[in-house]
């Protein structure tokens, strides 16, 4: 009788052990295509961040832009950088949304994200976020 109540915590060990690893695993393929960095990388040149696609995730891919000031008009000029901001809570991007950096801030690259673009072809691109300089 004891060998059947071990043998049978044994299976229930088990399945719950292989229940938390299957949840582990499923919470990590969230983010399967973006690795970060343990410490914030280099600042990435530019002076605004403009979005062009938000995911269905809330992240949005965006350009970096550098301003340029004609006649006393300041203008944003791609720097053909493409990065992608992550959201965070109570922070939702739109299309077209134009984010000035502040002059004693940069976009700094916290990772790399991975993406198909509309020919299959695999892009890597930075991932950013606004960091004292």
């Not at 690259?109 to 300089?133: A, C, E, F, R, W």
Request: aromatic share 10%.
């Amino acid at each position: 009788m004891k060998k059947i109540w071990i043998f049978s915590g044994g299976i229930v060990i088990g399945m719950v052990l292989m229940f938390v690893i299957l949840l582990i695993i499923g919470k990590c393929s969230t983010n399967n295509n973006m690795t970060y960095f343990d410490k914030p990388g280099k600042c990435i040149e530019g002076d605004a961040i403009e979005v062009f696609q938000v995911l269905p995730n809330g992240d949005a891919l965006a350009w970096m832009q550098k301003a340029e000031t004609i006649g006393g008009e300041t203008t944003y000029i791609d720097t053909n950088v493409t990065v992608l901001l992550p959201c965070s809570e109570g922070r939702a991007f739109y299309d077209n949304e134009l984010i000035k950096i502040p002059k004693d801030m940069c976009a700094k690259q916290i990772g790399v994200y991975n993406y198909p673009n509309k020919d299959g072809h695999i892009l890597t691109v930075p991932i950013v976020d606004l960091h004292k300089k």
